[in-house]
């Protein structure tokens, strides 16, 4: 399964994924549902993004460090 598939082991796509999912989740629940918290919402997935986007680079660094040391 891993080699045909190696993106599915990805920690990095997985966190892309659940972050997709989250603030498509966000943005849609509160255009649809609480319209008044709208702008609320919206800076609450941009401040998300950060942390999502700096755990990505952790695991990056994590992974290309680890292929050096081999």
Do not use: C, H
Request: without cysteine; proline residues 4%.
């Amino acid at each position: 399964m891993s080699k045909e598939f190696p993106l599915l082991q990805s920690r990095k796509f997985w966190i892309v994924v659940l972050d997709v999912i989250v603030s498509s989740a966000l943005f849609f629940g509160a255009k649809y549902i609480a319209p008044a918290a709208f702008d609320d919402i919206k800076f609450v997935i941009g401040v998300l993004q950060a942390p999502v986007l700096l755990l990505i680079t952790a695991y990056t660094v994590q992974n290309s460090v680890a292929l050096a040391n081999k």
